[in-house]
């Protein structure tokens, strides 16, 4: 049976308390739902860059930017790698409004499918490894982890998976997301894709925490300032066998939670900058057309003339507005044309 060896230190003891504070500040702001799309748009560009950049993507940001802007037909992997995290997060943000599948085998599995989606065979897509894998320091150029046998993987994914099931209700979401994170790196359940997995699963988890704000949130991105610092907090060294007995998990709760309130104070930060413009508030004949597509799923520029006194070139422009702050998007063409809700509402 899993259990995690690790202490309350002072500093994870006012790291936690520190996180709390903040998630009750930011939960309290009041923002406009416009602005807020437009931040959790900007957070998964950065946790669509930072998470594949911390496994060696080479795309900057601004070409990620650009990738997810243009979505291309003929792709690098580099750029697949992007795009499936983008869909991921997109995926799981629909999934917290539907309710979340649970936070099962079957959900872990799902998570690995859609970022290794088109990046491996399809025979180790979405399934856990049938073959020893090795943890390789490339500067070094020497192994420096062997992780558990494959016969063992399932039996110690699912003893990690009851842990974090058993604990939810009475052990606080940071800790449980920080013990599963350097947990299912232990493991190396899959031969590749454990990093990606893991940082969309624990992003998940960490939503426990109550942050309504949970998609502004890209806590990837404090990893990827150093990538070195994150590795060797998170990983292990020399063979699972040997260490497993004394493997501690204090010091990656304490730089995990360091990395919660970094990314915590950046979303602040931006909130304290980000006001309200005519281009944002969305007016009462907005409010309307939206409300429209929410109920009949669609709406066309005849059914909304019928809905305000707005004349045709004004509606035009009631419609590139929304377009534009990405909440609604146009399908069809000449009269065939009608709108509706893009995924982010």
């Not at 930017?65 to 792709?75: A, G, M, N, Q, V």
């Not at 013990?179 to 899959?190: D, E």
């Not at 059914?303 to 702050?325: E, V």
């Amino acid at each position: 049976m899993f259990t995690p060896k690790y202490t309350i230190s002072p500093r994870l003891l006012a790291n936690i308390k520190r996180i709390t504070t903040l998630i009750l500040e930011l939960n309290n702001k009041k923002i406009s739902k416009v602005i807020l799309l437009e931040m959790e748009r900007k957070a998964r560009e950065i946790s669509a860059h930072t998470s594949t950049s911390i496994e060696g993507n080479p795309l900057p940001l601004t070409e990620v930017k650009k990738i997810l802007k243009t979505r291309p037909e003929h792709i690098r992997n580099s750029e697949r790698e992007v795009l499936n995290y983008n869909e991921a997060l997109i995926q799981l943000n629909i999934g917290r409004k539907k309710k979340q599948k649970p936070f099962n085998f079957s959900f872990i599995l799902h998570l690995h499918k859609l970022v290794t989606k088109g990046l491996i065979s399809t025979s180790r897509c979405g399934k856990t490894r049938n073959d020893p894998v090795f943890v390789n320091d490339p500067r070094a150029g020497k192994t420096i982890y062997w992780p558990p046998d494959q016969q063992e993987v399932l039996i110690l994914l699912n003893e990690l998976l009851t842990y974090i099931q058993k604990n939810k209700t009475t052990f606080d979401p940071i800790l449980l997301a920080g013990i599963f994170h350097k947990q299912f790196v232990i493991i190396h359940p899959f031969m590749d894709g454990n990093g990606r997995t893991v940082r969309l699963a624990t992003k998940v988890l960490l939503a426990n925490m109550g942050l309504d704000t949970f998609n502004l949130f890209s806590f990837e991105n404090y990893y990827n300032k150093n990538v070195d610092d994150y590795f060797k907090n998170v990983g292990v060294r020399g063979n699972y066998y040997d260490i497993k007995k004394n493997i501690n998990f204090t010091p990656w709760l304490e730089y995990f939670t360091d990395g919660i309130i970094d990314e915590l104070l950046r979303v602040e930060k931006t909130m304290q900058q980000t006001t309200a413009t005519p281009q944002t508030v969305l007016k009462p004949h907005d409010q309307t057309l939206l409300k429209y597509i929410k109920n009949h799923d669609f709406i066309t520029d005849k059914i909304y003339s019928t809905l305000t006194d707005r004349a045709k070139p004004t509606r035009n422009l009631d419609f590139n507005k929304l377009i534009r702050l990405k909440l609604i998007e146009r399908c069809g063409k000449g009269k065939a044309t009608f709108y509706k809700l893009t995924d982010l509402l």
